[in-house]
C-alpha cells in the first residue's frame, strides 16, 4: 500500500499541471483566434530575395544584386515594444543594410530603425553610417560617425542617403514589409512553443486519474 502523503503529492502536482494546461490551451486558443497579424497579406520584398529564415532564430537576411553589380544585403530582427499602443505593430525592427560594390573589399554599413506608426505609416530612420574598408581591418578604426554626429549632418546629406538606400530598394514600404514579416514570423514561434509546452505538460492518464479521484 503506498503512503497516504506520497500519494497527496502526486494528486497535488497533477492538479497543478492541469491548471497550467487550461491556461497554456487558453493563449493557444486566444492567439489562433485573435491573430493579430496573420490577417495581413504578406507584402513583396521587391527584388530582394530571402536567404536566410529559420524558424529556429530570430533573424531575417535578404540579399539582393542590382543592374550595377552592386550587392545588397539587409539583417533584421524585432527590438523592444514602441510605447504608442495604437499601433499595429507592437515592436520596432533592428535593420542593417550594407552595400557592396563590385570588385571592391569595402562595405557600406547602415544601421536602422524600422517603427510603426498611427494607422498605416511606417517610420524609417538611419541611425548610424559605416564604412568598413575589408573584415580584417583593425577595429579602433575609424568606422563613421555615430548616431548624434549623424543626425546633425547637413540636411541634404541625411536627404541624399535616404534617397541612396531608397534607391537600392530599402524604402518605407521595404521596411513595412519587414515589419509586417518578423511580426509574423514571432507569433507563428510562440504558437509553436505553446504547443510544445502543451504537449510538456498534458498529465499521462495515470496522474489524470489520480487528480480526479481526489
Not at 497579424?37 to 537576411?61: L, T
Not at 543592374?67 to 515594444?81: F, I, Y
Not at 557592396?100 to 494607422?119: H, I, R
Not at 518605407?172 to 505553446?194: I, M, R
Amino acid at each position: 500500500m503506498r503512503r497516504v502523503p506520497a500519494v497527496l503529492f502526486q494528486a497535488r502536482k497533477a492538479i497543478g499541471d492541469l491548471d497550467l494546461l487550461k491556461i497554456v490551451q487558453s493563449e493557444i486558443n486566444h492567439e489562433l483566434s485573435a491573430k493579430p497579424f496573420q490577417n495581413n497579406e504578406s507584402r513583396s520584398f521587391g527584388d530582394f530575395v530571402v536567404d536566410w529564415d529559420s524558424p529556429q532564430s530570430q533573424d531575417v537576411v535578404l540579399r539582393r544584386r542590382c543592374e550595377s553589380g552592386e550587392e545588397v544585403a539587409v539583417s533584421a530582427l524585432l527590438g523592444a515594444e514602441s510605447s504608442n499602443e495604437n499601433v499595429k505593430f507592437p515592436r520596432e525592427a533592428f535593420m542593417k543594410v550594407g552595400v557592396k560594390k563590385p570588385g571592391l573589399s569595402s562595405v557600406l554599413e547602415f544601421d536602422c530603425v524600422a517603427t510603426a506608426q498611427a494607422g498605416d505609416v511606417c517610420n524609417f530612420e538611419i541611425q548610424n553610417v559605416n564604412y568598413i574598408p575589408s573584415s580584417a581591418l583593425d577595429s579602433s578604426a575609424f568606422k563613421g560617425p555615430s548616431f548624434s554626429f549623424f543626425s546633425s549632418l547637413d540636411q541634404k546629406l541625411q536627404d541624399e542617403l535616404y534617397k541612396y538606400l531608397e534607391a537600392r530598394g530599402v524604402s518605407k514600404s521595404f521596411a513595412d514589409s519587414l515589419l509586417l514579416h518578423l511580426h509574423k514570423k514571432e507569433q507563428g514561434q510562440y504558437v509553436d512553443w505553446l504547443h510544445k509546452l502543451q504537449a510538456v505538460v498534458t498529465p499521462s492518464d495515470g496522474a489524470d486519474n489520480t487528480a480526479r479521484e481526489v
